[in-house]
């Protein structure tokens, strides 16, 4: 007879079904992360892609620029430039082209400690004509490159004077015209005189004024405009006469008594003027004054005194130091 053995079923409380199935998934989770290569646990990490070789590095200061002290240049004058944004130190390739492309110049220049050029000058090729011109900085390691634009001037500045002969403190009027807009002129006379006269350069390369000269020696002198940009000089010859005053009497003989005027000319503008009688020196007789144009008048209201017979009027400028004479007649008194 067959045996039959009786197996009793266990119960398995849900408890411990709950614990398997999370240790489970723990040892699932452990192997997976161990298999993808996990830094830390619970993080899985994803593959970083390479960086791209345009990207500036830590020595590259940002975007490139490339200024210009002013936007004109002449064969005078050296083009003043100032960069940045390259790397640190490194070598700067610098040209100068025209619209067509046409290379005029090349050289090579250091980048300093920030990556940039202080303001730096640059000599202009000689065979630059007028027109526009472009200069082009390129680093040789960054690659970066800045450019700008310039306008070449080679035509000589002009000036005109409403008179090329005058006296010391006589006023002129000039006009000049060429010259870089903006810029400022200083106006000398002479190579050893100090400037005269400082004006600003209107838009259109234009300028006007007045000037007064000086108090130096009569001669033939060279007055000259210079452009503190362009530094093309415009020049014209300029006599400066010495003074030469003359006196007019109204009368030249008189009876006793009798009072005279007289007109005088040619002395520096506004002076001192004292009058002698009869002498250069000592206790004037009278003491006048010129007028801008230098000249004095006066009425028949002044009596020379008790002058008698021939006499000599003298007449001396305090500030030009020229003098001139006249002679006048008082009659006797008729027995």
């Known amino acids: 007879m067959a045996r039959f053995i009786r197996r009793r079923a266990i119960a398995i409380p849900a ?85 067509q492309g046409h290379v005029y110049e090349h050289l090579t220049l250091q980048a300093d400690a920030s990556g940039g050029l ?12 007028a027109g526009t011109y472009r200069v082009i900085v390129v680093g040789s390691t960054s ?3 800045a450019s700008a634009t310039f306008q070449m001037e080679n035509i000589p500045p002009t000036v005109t004077l409403d008179t090329y002969t005058a006296t010391p403190g006589q006023v002129i009027g000039f006009a000049g015209s060429g010259f870089i807009p903006g810029e400022l002129v200083t106006v000398s006379l002479g190579a050893s005189s100090a400037p005269l006269f400082r004006t600003t350069v209107t838009a259109g390369g234009a300028l006007t004024g007045h000037l007064k ?29 010495r003074f030469m005053p003359w006196v007019v009497l109204d009368r030249y003989t008189l ?14 503008p506004g ?16 003491r006048l004054q010129a007028d801008t144009a230098g000249q004095i008048v006066m009425q028949d209201t002044w009596s020379p005194g008790g002058a008698s017979g021939n006499n000599v009027l003298t007449f001396v400028g305090q500030w030009s130091k020229a003098s001139t004479t006249v002679d006048f007649t008082v009659q006797e008194t008729a027995q």
């Open 271 to 286: 002076e001192q003027v004292l009058v002698y009688l009869n002498s250069d020196h000592g206790t004037p007789l009278v």
């Open 213 to 241: 000269i000086p108090e130096i020696t009569a001669g033939t002198y060279t007055l000259t405009l210079l452009g503190s940009i362009s530094r093309m000089p415009a020049s014209v010859g300029f006599n400066v006469q």
């Open 118 to 129: 202080r303001e730096t000058s640059l000599g202009l090729p000689a065979q630059l004509g």
């Open 15 to 99: 408890a411990i079904v709950v614990v398997g199935a999370v240790i489970g998934a723990v040892a699932v989770w452990s192997l997976a992360s161990q298999h993808l290569g996990a830094p830390g646990a619970g993080h899985v990490q994803t593959p970083t892609p390479a960086i791209s070789t345009s990207v500036l590095s830590r020595n590259d200061q940002g975007p490139t620029s490339l200024r210009l002290a002013a936007p004109y240049a002449t064969p005078d004058s050296p083009l003043r430039v100032m960069a940045s944004g390259f790397r640190n130190g490194e070598p700067l390739g610098v040209t100068i082209d025209d619209a």
């Open 143 to 145: 690659h970066h490159r």
């Open 255 to 268: 009876a006793p008594g009798q009072r005279i005027g007289f007109i005088a000319h040619g002395f520096a």
